[in-house]
């Protein structure tokens, strides 16, 4: 016990708090997914290779979903580059679903083949994935052999995993024994609202699966097991600081002997040891951390900043902040001062007004902004409110929509343009026979389509064009000029399905392109890491990698670049760098523009696993970050748009 402290809180009810281990299993930290699946990669080869030069087999546990993809990525580079052969590798994969096609596109057979297998020296038969395709009859004996087949090769030497946002492994859900061997199970409703962006709806996703059971898991000698993103924080803490239960399978790993999470700090975000340091030992103390503590203390005990008494703090584990800054006091100040700092409704900037504690800088009074967007309509549902504000305080603001977003059309939307179209050509007496051959081609597909077809290319134009013409009829009433309105449409997007490609050089072009042609002084992004399927995050990966590419020109340093996030999630209150108010009258205008966006609208293709509507996530975000900073004591405002200031 840190002497120091034990003087100043002498006797206090804080003790309680010191240097408690929340964690009940090692974890590492990384500050990107990359470098975390790095590091597996490179254990996975060192394994393989003192296999090799034992003579031995490498068994290999292996995972599906998106958690794993840059752990194989890495691993097809090394072959690639650095002569890594699979020769001597058996795999085991945990799972697949059931009834499944190995030919379907969300098969794991072919998801395997499309991350690994098709590019390493692997022999066929070594590869063992459970079988979707065999008869009911028969899974209980499939079950019985996989089992035997991983025993008699020694058992798994490492297993590599994702984790579930219900807390499953494999898909081991609420409820699987820790004595589970590989079985036929059925799959959690969460689970199945998550493989909708794989499946197109739920009624296509199966019910059930083939996994191998927490047993055949925990027989592996070392297991991996990664989390990257914000969305799976509140599973993660609860997996590594809960008590082990069958209702959150992933705790039975607590009991693994060689067993390490790995997360990024996203995925870390909800722990004990991140969210209040403070409540699990001593504190670095730096102005970040002062300020998440004071934000913290007057939320949780619903007390306005300039309020809190030295007693709050000692008696809610912050005696050692009391013990440095003496008394509250000082500290309230500071704290509600940098906060009342961030609120402006000038987010282009106050002209003519002292800036020292502004957000933005004065000068020049109008300045080049660029809005990206990486859907057709995150740019009114993020920010909608400051979107509007930008352009009503007279600056050049343009918006760019970074993909097409045409894989989230319904079909039935799809084919009432397509009527319109071949309509509006009939009464016009214009005989189009090439337009009426491919509509009738697209109507045909629609009519036969498959939960596991890819739309066809005619279909996926008209699904981008009416998504294009929402953000147009979007962006126009926010005030924009058409001139202003860019579709980046970036190749990496453009597979026809949920998956998607590797970011390329060709999607960095466009956007260092048209930073080049604006020039801007202020550029918003979307910095939302928690997006279900991930374009938000690969979308702003291009953007930094366009703004490290463009870092010599003149106006790159000189601009700002701020963060909103996504539908899914908003800044914490103490990261808040830009808090901009809206009216009532101007949330309504907000919601107007998202109403635009009609295909998206009453059950969007991949509504995520909020039954919410967008405009509706909107407002209710905005509110809560108004009454957050009103429960601070600030003023009191309808609603706030909130952002972040990327510092490279
Ligand atoms: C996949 C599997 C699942 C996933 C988990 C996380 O083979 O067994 O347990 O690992 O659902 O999925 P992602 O990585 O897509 O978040």
């Given at each position: 016990m840190n002497t120091t402290i034990q003087k100043t809180v002498e006797n206090k009810p804080a003790l309680k708090y010191q240097l408690k281990n929340f964690e009940k299993v090692p974890i590492k930290l990384w500050e990107t997914p990359n470098e975390g699946a790095k590091h597996i990669a490179e254990y996975i080869a060192l394994t393989i290779r003192k296999k090799q030069q034992d003579g031995e087999y490498a068994v290999l546990g292996l995972a599906t979903g998106s958690s794993p993809i840059k752990v194989y990525n890495e691993l097809v580079r090394m072959h690639q580059e650095e002569g890594l052969s699979f020769s001597n590798v058996v795999t085991f994969n945990l799972d697949e679903y059931f009834p499944m096609n190995p030919d379907s596109l969300q098969s794991y057979v072919r998801f395997m083949n499309e991350y690994l297998f098709s590019h390493v020296d692997i022999k066929p038969e070594n590869i063992n994935i459970p079988k979707g395709d065999i008869s009911i009859d028969d899974v209980g004996d499939f079950c019985e052999k996989y089992e035997k087949k991983i025993e008699s090769l020694g058992g798994l030497d490492i297993q590599i995993l994702g984790i579930g946002r219900t807390g499953h492994i494999g898909f081991n859900e609420p409820g699987a024994w820790l004595s589970s061997k590989t079985r036929l199970v059925k799959l959690d409703h969460i689970t199945r609202v998550d493989a909708v962006k794989d499946f197109g709806s739920e009624d296509n996703v199966p019910y059930r699966a083939i996994t191998m059971g927490i047993d055949t898991i925990m027989k592996a000698k070392q297991i991996f097991i990664m989390a990257w993103g914000n969305h799976k924080a509140d599973i993660v803490r609860e997996a590594i600081e809960g008590n082990i239960t069958e209702i959150v399978p992933?705790?039975?790993?607590?009991?693994?002997s060689n067993v390490k999470f790995y997360l990024d700090e996203a995925a870390a975000s909800s722990l004990t040891k991140v969210k209040t340091p403070w409540l699990a030992g001593i504190c670095n103390w730096d102005e970040k951390l002062i300020a998440k503590a004071v934000i913290w203390l007057s939320l949780k005990i619903k007390k306005p900043i300039l309020k809190l008494l030295d007693e709050d703090y000692i008696s809610n584990g912050l005696s050692e902040l009391i013990a440095e800054y003496n008394s509250a006091y000082s500290l309230n100040i500071k704290i509600f001062n940098k906060l009342q700092h961030s609120i402006t409704g000038w987010p282009g900037g106050k002209p003519n007004a002292d800036d020292t504690k502004r957000p933005e800088r004065a000068s020049p009074a109008k300045k080049r902004v660029i809005i990206f967007s990486p859907h057709p309509d995150d740019d009114v549902i993020s920010m909608g409110g400051t979107f509007l504000r930008l352009v009503e305080q007279g600056h050049d603001v343009h918006v760019a929509y970074q993909v097409s977003g045409n894989i989230a059309v319904h079909d039935v939307d799809a084919w009432r343009y397509a009527a319109f179209m071949k309509d509006y050509a009939k009464a016009m007496g214009l005989e189009i026979p090439a337009l009426d051959e491919i509509l009738g081609k697209v109507n045909k597909f629609i009519a036969r389509k498959k939960s596991e077809d890819r739309d066809i290319k005619e279909l996926r134009l008209i699904k981008g064009i009416i998504r294009e013409e929402e953000a147009r009829s979007g962006a126009m009433f926010c005030g924009l000029k058409e001139k202003n309105i860019h579709f980046l449409k970036m190749p990496f997007y453009e597979t026809g399905g949920a998956r998607k490609n590797a970011l390329s050089q060709a999607d960095y072009d466009i956007i260092v392109d048209l930073l080049n042609t604006i020039k801007p002084h202020q550029v918003y992004a979307a910095g939302d890491l928690a997006d279900p399927h991930g374009t938000h995050r690969v979308c702003l990966d291009a953007i930094f990698k366009a703004f490290e590419q463009t870092k010599n020109e003149k106006w790159s340093k000189d601009c700002y670049l701020w963060l909103y996030r996504g539908a899914w999630h908003e800044w914490p209150i103490d990261e808040i760098e830009m808090a901009v108010p809206l009216s009532p009258d101007e949330l309504l205008k907000k919601r107007r523009a998202i109403f635009m966006h009609q295909s998206q609208k009453d059950s969007p293709v991949f509504p995520g696993d909020d039954k919410r509507e967008f405009w509706q996530r909107a407002e209710d975000r905005n509110k809560e970050t108004a009454n957050s900073y009103n429960t601070l004591g600030l003023a009191e405002y309808e609603a706030m748009e909130a952002f972040v200031r990327w510092k490279f």
């Amino acid at each position: 016990m840190n002497t120091t402290i034990q003087k100043t809180v002498e006797n206090k009810p804080a003790l309680k708090y010191q240097l408690k281990n929340f964690e009940k299993v090692p974890i590492k930290l990384w500050e990107t997914p990359n470098e975390g699946a790095k590091h597996i990669a490179e254990y996975i080869a060192l394994t393989i290779r003192k296999k090799q030069q034992d003579g031995e087999y490498a068994v290999l546990g292996l995972a599906t979903g998106s958690s794993p993809i840059k752990v194989y990525n890495e691993l097809v580079r090394m072959h690639q580059e650095e002569g890594l052969s699979f020769s001597n590798v058996v795999t085991f994969n945990l799972d697949e679903y059931f009834p499944m096609n190995p030919d379907s596109l969300q098969s794991y057979v072919r998801f395997m083949n499309e991350y690994l297998f098709s590019h390493v020296d692997i022999k066929p038969e070594n590869i063992n994935i459970p079988k979707g395709d065999i008869s009911i009859d028969d899974v209980g004996d499939f079950c019985e052999k996989y089992e035997k087949k991983i025993e008699s090769l020694g058992g798994l030497d490492i297993q590599i995993l994702g984790i579930g946002r219900t807390g499953h492994i494999g898909f081991n859900e609420p409820g699987a024994w820790l004595s589970s061997k590989t079985r036929l199970v059925k799959l959690d409703h969460i689970t199945r609202v998550d493989a909708v962006k794989d499946f197109g709806s739920e009624d296509n996703v199966p019910y059930r699966a083939i996994t191998m059971g927490i047993d055949t898991i925990m027989k592996a000698k070392q297991i991996f097991i990664m989390a990257w993103g914000n969305h799976k924080a509140d599973i993660v803490r609860e997996a590594i600081e809960g008590n082990i239960t069958e209702i959150v399978p992933a705790t039975y790993l607590q009991q693994h002997s060689n067993v390490k999470f790995y997360l990024d700090e996203a995925a870390a975000s909800s722990l004990t040891k991140v969210k209040t340091p403070w409540l699990a030992g001593i504190c670095n103390w730096d102005e970040k951390l002062i300020a998440k503590a004071v934000i913290w203390l007057s939320l949780k005990i619903k007390k306005p900043i300039l309020k809190l008494l030295d007693e709050d703090y000692i008696s809610n584990g912050l005696s050692e902040l009391i013990a440095e800054y003496n008394s509250a006091y000082s500290l309230n100040i500071k704290i509600f001062n940098k906060l009342q700092h961030s609120i402006t409704g000038w987010p282009g900037g106050k002209p003519n007004a002292d800036d020292t504690k502004r957000p933005e800088r004065a000068s020049p009074a109008k300045k080049r902004v660029i809005i990206f967007s990486p859907h057709p309509d995150d740019d009114v549902i993020s920010m909608g409110g400051t979107f509007l504000r930008l352009v009503e305080q007279g600056h050049d603001v343009h918006v760019a929509y970074q993909v097409s977003g045409n894989i989230a059309v319904h079909d039935v939307d799809a084919w009432r343009y397509a009527a319109f179209m071949k309509d509006y050509a009939k009464a016009m007496g214009l005989e189009i026979p090439a337009l009426d051959e491919i509509l009738g081609k697209v109507n045909k597909f629609i009519a036969r389509k498959k939960s596991e077809d890819r739309d066809i290319k005619e279909l996926r134009l008209i699904k981008g064009i009416i998504r294009e013409e929402e953000a147009r009829s979007g962006a126009m009433f926010c005030g924009l000029k058409e001139k202003n309105i860019h579709f980046l449409k970036m190749p990496f997007y453009e597979t026809g399905g949920a998956r998607k490609n590797a970011l390329s050089q060709a999607d960095y072009d466009i956007i260092v392109d048209l930073l080049n042609t604006i020039k801007p002084h202020q550029v918003y992004a979307a910095g939302d890491l928690a997006d279900p399927h991930g374009t938000h995050r690969v979308c702003l990966d291009a953007i930094f990698k366009a703004f490290e590419q463009t870092k010599n020109e003149k106006w790159s340093k000189d601009c700002y670049l701020w963060l909103y996030r996504g539908a899914w999630h908003e800044w914490p209150i103490d990261e808040i760098e830009m808090a901009v108010p809206l009216s009532p009258d101007e949330l309504l205008k907000k919601r107007r523009a998202i109403f635009m966006h009609q295909s998206q609208k009453d059950s969007p293709v991949f509504p995520g696993d909020d039954k919410r509507e967008f405009w509706q996530r909107a407002e209710d975000r905005n509110k809560e970050t108004a009454n957050s900073y009103n429960t601070l004591g600030l003023a009191e405002y309808e609603a706030m748009e909130a952002f972040v200031r990327w510092k490279f």
